[in-house]
């Protein structure tokens, strides 16, 4: 699940009915401004506060924490809404429909509409962007906020300061869900998409052939929009890395190529300062000859480390698996150390799985791109099988030697493996395969 950080400025978000009260009350005061019955008002400009962090600042402050991961609400801001934009540059007709299937407080859309070219009145340009601009989402109050924006923006970059009614415009923004079936017909429709789906992890209660259990909603969503929408649509997003890189959605990027899907990708780094998960941007476009879904293109060539090692994941799930069986001597990712050369573990626990002779080298698994070394490993010595924690990688020399060991903690501790991590995946968790794919740095 996304772990947002709190609001440094709003430790404290207001709950309950206040907060519902107080955003409804910051929504009519945005529609009242984009409406523009106030004679004095000065005029709008592309600067004023509610094109710009203001809207998602109140939304973080206003609304609690639980609501916004429950409902995904977790907003792309002015710069990641314009590199969206930018990947649809030359695959939209001037007249084509941008549809935002979840779009929130419009940031994406804003983006859209900075392109399009303004007419004489405000009515006739809000009248030409309403054809050209949809979205759904479920909350209404989200949904009148991102028409009273867009109307605001209508009038900056227009001059106007004439009267309009912003929750009449745009008819094909509207309260909806895009996973409904009364969302096909508009998503059929859409030239092109902009796509900023929930990150957190949910449980689909429809059968998927590629997944089951807890789910990232990214995937389920994606999922959905790649079978609803017409077959020249391209879809710009952005997505958690898990879902490009997690081993646990290798069949479901499987399932995307499957259907002609292919997509260039950019690692992106953290979503914002209070989303504490890693995203990459995509053009998703279909091709008669799709090729494997965001996969590095790297020019190496020779042996890699699956050709010197077998690389398992560690067989214990310490709170599920019973204690029961031989006692084991025990490696947990706590309590092994890093970067040692003949780490002997004196911890012992009943265990009836699998376990690994040494030597091996053990990896921990958890693994940040901010870290200083991505793949932090140890060399496990002893006479007898060890357990082995799930949070670690266990990498059992094919030649059985301790020199292979040793020589492995110093290849991966090498700035050439940090890079090539960094640039195969930025998810917090390492799997096999990517272990497994690097390069051979040491000697043979």
Same mark, same amino acid.
């Given at each position: 699940?996304?772990?947002?950080?709190?609001?440094?400025?709003?430790?404290?978000?207001?709950?309950?009915?206040?907060?519902?009260?107080?955003?409804?009350?910051?929504?009519?005061?945005?529609?009242?401004?984009?409406?523009?019955?106030?004679?004095?008002?000065?005029?709008?400009?592309?600067?004023?506060?509610?094109?710009?962090?203001?809207?998602?600042?109140?939304?973080?402050?206003?609304?609690? !924490? /639980?609501?916004?991961?429950?409902?995904?609400?977790?907003?792309? #801001?002015?710069? &990641? *809404? $314009?590199?969206?934009?930018? @990947? +649809?540059?030359?695959?939209?007709?001037?007249?084509?429909?941008?549809?935002?299937?979840?779009?929130?407080?419009?940031?994406?859309?804003?983006?859209?509409?900075?392109?399009?070219?303004?007419?004489?009145?405000?009515?006739?340009?809000?009248?030409?962007?309403?054809?050209?601009?949809?979205?759904?989402?479920?909350?209404?109050?989200?949904?009148?906020?991102?028409?009273?924006?867009?109307?605001?923006?209508?009038?900056?970059?227009?001059?106007?300061?004439?009267? !309009? /009614?912003?929750?009449?415009?745009?008819?094909?923004?509207?309260? #909806?869900?895009? &996973? *409904? $079936?009364?969302?096909?017909? @508009? +998503?059929?429709?859409?030239?092109?998409?902009?796509?900023?789906?929930?990150?957190?992890?949910?449980?689909?209660?429809?059968?998927?052939?590629?997944?089951?259990?807890?789910?990232?909603?990214?995937?389920?969503?994606?999922?959905?929009?790649?079978?609803?929408?017409?077959?020249?649509?391209?879809?710009?997003?952005?997505?958690?890395?898990?879902?490009?890189?997690?081993?646990?959605?290798?069949?479901?990027?499987?399932?995307?190529?499957?259907?002609?899907?292919?997509?260039?990708?950019?690692?992106?780094?953290?979503?914002?300062?209070?989303?504490?998960?890693?995203?990459?941007?995509?053009?998703?476009?279909?091709?008669?000859?799709?090729?494997?879904?965001?996969?590095?293109?790297?020019?190496?060539?020779?042996?890699?480390?699956?050709?010197?090692?077998?690389?398992?994941?560690?067989?214990?799930?310490?709170?599920?698996?019973?204690?029961?069986?031989?006692?084991?001597?025990?490696?947990?990712?706590?309590?092994?150390?890093?970067?040692?050369?003949?780490?002997?573990?004196?911890?012992?626990?009943?265990?009836?799985?699998?376990?690994?002779?040494?030597?091996?080298?053990?990896?921990?698994?958890?693994?940040?791109?901010?870290?200083?070394?991505?793949?932090?490993?140890?060399?496990?010595?002893?006479?007898?099988?060890?357990?082995?924690?799930?949070?670690?990688?266990?990498?059992?020399?094919?030649?059985?030697?301790?020199?292979?060991?040793?020589?492995?903690?110093?290849?991966?501790?090498?700035?050439?493996?940090?890079?090539?991590?960094?640039?195969?995946?930025?998810?917090?968790?390492?799997?096999?395969?990517?272990?497994?794919?690097?390069?051979?740095?040491?000697?043979?």
């Amino acid at each position: 699940m996304i772990t947002p950080t709190t609001d440094s400025q709003h430790t404290e978000p207001t709950s309950g009915k206040r907060a519902i009260i107080a955003f409804d009350a910051f929504v009519d005061g945005a529609v009242q401004a984009a409406r523009g019955r106030v004679p004095e008002t000065p005029a709008v400009t592309p600067s004023h506060p509610l094109l710009n962090g203001v809207p998602y600042s109140v939304f973080r402050r206003e609304v609690d !924490i /639980d609501t916004r991961r429950e409902i995904g609400a977790f907003f792309s #801001g002015g710069e &990641m *809404a $314009a590199a969206l934009v930018r @990947l +649809l540059s030359g695959r939209i007709a001037d007249d084509g429909l941008v549809l935002d299937p979840t779009c929130g407080i419009g940031d994406l859309l804003l983006a859209r509409a900075a392109e399009l070219p303004i007419k004489d009145t405000l009515e006739a340009t809000v009248a030409a962007w309403g054809e050209r601009l949809a979205g759904f989402d479920t909350r209404s109050d989200l949904v009148r906020l991102c028409k009273a924006r867009l109307c605001l923006l209508a009038r900056a970059r227009g001059g106007f300061t004439d009267e !309009i /009614d912003p929750l009449l415009a745009f008819p094909l923004i509207e309260e #909806g869900d895009m &996973m *409904a $079936a009364s969302s096909d017909a @508009l +998503l059929a429709r859409a030239g092109a998409i902009l796509f900023n789906p929930p990150f957190g992890k949910t449980t689909w209660p429809q059968k998927l052939n590629w997944a089951a259990g807890e789910i990232n909603a990214a995937a389920i969503f994606l999922d959905r929009l790649t079978q609803a929408v017409g077959s020249e649509t391209p879809i710009a997003a952005v997505l958690p890395e898990v879902l490009r890189c997690g081993s646990r959605y290798q069949r479901f990027r499987a399932a995307l190529t499957a259907r002609g899907y292919t997509g260039s990708f950019k690692v992106e780094g953290r979503f914002d300062a209070w989303t504490d998960v890693d995203v990459f941007t995509t053009l998703l476009v279909r091709t008669s000859a799709p090729k494997a879904l965001w996969r590095s293109d790297f020019a190496d060539s020779g042996p890699t480390i699956d050709d010197l090692y077998e690389v398992r994941v560690g067989t214990v799930v310490p709170h599920r698996d019973p204690k029961t069986g031989p006692s084991r001597p025990y490696i947990c990712a706590k309590t092994t150390p890093a970067w040692s050369g003949a780490f002997k573990p004196e911890a012992q626990r009943p265990y009836a799985g699998r376990v690994f002779s040494p030597p091996f080298v053990a990896i921990r698994r958890t693994s940040s791109p901010s870290d200083k070394f991505r793949a932090v490993a140890t060399v496990v010595t002893g006479t007898e099988p060890i357990a082995v924690e799930n949070h670690l990688l266990v990498a059992l020399p094919r030649d059985g030697t301790l020199r292979a060991c040793k020589v492995l903690v110093k290849a991966l501790r090498a700035e050439r493996t940090n890079s090539r991590l960094n640039d195969l995946m930025r998810c917090r968790h390492l799997t096999t395969g990517a272990i497994k794919t690097l390069p051979w740095v040491g000697p043979q």
